[in-house]
């Protein structure tokens, strides 16, 4: 199973930014999505999750209204656009899949990608 996460960067405060997590090595839309985010020093925290068909979401509070995930199972693909970035997101950002909607036991992982937002 890979999760290959991607869309990464280096934005200004206010500024979006989509990110991508394409699955292979497993049967996508049997799997519950979500996105996760490490910033330096600090823990792990989950950010987004989406049910198998996208009709169930879930966001952490610090990034409700701001933050928008989604799936396309044509293309084994999951997202998350972030809007109205801030300093405070700045983190590496992963991509998991769990069996279990909100669980958060997580079978698979992606290796991250690096989102920076100055102020």
């Known amino acids: 199973v890979q999760l290959q996460a991607s869309g990464g960067g280096l934005v200004q405060a206010g500024d979006s930014l989509r990110l991508s997590c394409a699955a292979s090595?497993?049967?996508?839309?049997?799997?519950?999505m979500a996105w996760f985010r490490q910033a330096p020093g600090k823990e792990r925290e989950f950010v987004a999750a989406?049910?198998?068909?996208?009709?169930?979401?879930n966001y952490a509070d610090s990034v409700k209204g701001r933050f928008y995930i989604s799936r396309d199972n044509t293309k084994n693909t999951l997202y998350v656009q972030m809007n109205s970035l801030k300093p405070e997101d700045t983190a590496v950002y992963y991509c998991?899949?769990?069996?279990?909607?909100?669980?958060?036991?997580?079978?698979?992982w992606g290796q991250g990608t690096q989102v920076t937002v100055s102020s």
């Open positions: 989406i049910s198998l068909t996208g009709a169930s979401t």
């Open positions: 998991a899949a769990d069996k279990v909607w909100l669980r958060h036991e997580y079978d698979y």
């Open positions: 090595g497993l049967i996508f839309n049997q799997y519950v």
